[in-house]
């Protein structure tokens, strides 16, 4: 069972910057999809970003494309979300996920979450 857990959300103001850390026991995750998502209440869980373990390939959601960039290192079995130029609607819970695929459905392990929240 692949365990998952993020850290580095908090507080900021707005244009501030942060970054979120994932990490993966006990297994390595080479050849899993990591990714980001995040869900206001009351709404659905967004996909904000997502890489391919093996082969680098990213994808992000239009609301963060030029703000945030996911990468990874993989001999510390680590993957980060940075969060630049943050909004407030960018307050939201931030969880991190793995799976064999880039469709919601294929991500079968999931953090507990990270909360991240900026101030204007």
């Known amino acids: 069972q692949l365990q998952l857990v993020e850290s580095g959300g908090g507080l900021c103001l707005s244009l501030g910057s942060l970054r979120l850390s994932c990490t993966a026991s006990?297994?390595?995750?080479?050849?899993?999809?990591i990714g980001w998502f995040r869900q206001v209440p009351g709404k659905e869980r967004e996909g904000v970003s997502c890489i391919n373990n093996s082969d680098g390939r990213t994808y992000y959601t239009d609301s963060v494309k030029g703000r945030f960039t996911i990468s990874r290192d993989n001999a510390k079995n680590m993957v980060y979300l940075q969060m630049n130029s943050l909004k407030p609607e960018d307050t939201t819970v931030y969880y991190c996920?793995?799976?064999?695929?880039?469709?919601?459905?294929?991500?079968?392990?999931w953090g507990q979450g990270t909360q991240v929240t900026v101030s204007s």
């Open positions: 996920a793995a799976g064999d695929g880039d469709n919601y459905s294929d991500y079968e392990y």
């Open positions: 006990p297994f390595t995750w080479d050849w899993y999809y």
